[in-house]
């Protein structure tokens, strides 16, 4: 049974940075591609990075890009999300998700299992 479980959100100050975690199981890094949603309040649900499970490509929208880092550890079947430099505009649910293929895609309808949300909250 496919599952994700994400952690590592909280409060944090502006300019401050967090570490969520997405652990898997039911499948291995190896497999599928991992990507990370987050959605605001009152707004949809935006694709903003992705890890491909091929060689490991790892994929980010300009809004993100040299601000957040994804990683994976193959050992704890763990994919994380090195959030720093985080603005007001970064408060969201996170969510990580996986499309049971090897690439990566951003569009949310073509991820099939999804983890329960973590709340990140950026205010000073």
């Known amino acids: 049974q496919v599952q994700l479980v994400e952690s590592g959100g909280g409060l944090v100050q502006p300019g401050g940075s967090l570490r969520l975690s997405c652990a898997a199981s039911g499948f291995t890094l190896h497999d599928y591609a991992i990507g990370w949603f987050r959605q605001a309040p009152g707004k949809e649900r935006e694709g903003f990075s992705c890890?491909?499970?091929?060689?490991?490509?790892?994929y980010y929208v300009d809004s993100v890009k040299g601000r957040f880092t994804m990683s994976r550890d193959h050992g704890k079947n763990t994919v994380y999300l090195q959030l720093n430099s985080l603005k007001p505009e970064d408060t969201a649910v996170y969510y990580c998700?996986?499309?049971?293929?090897?690439?990566?895609?951003?569009?949310?309808?073509?991820?099939?299992?999804w983890g329960q949300g973590t709340q990140v909250t950026v205010s000073s």
């Open positions: 998700a996986t499309r049971r293929k090897r690439l990566c895609r951003s569009k949310a309808d073509e991820y099939d299992y």
């Open positions: 890890i491909s499970s091929s060689d490991g490509s790892t």
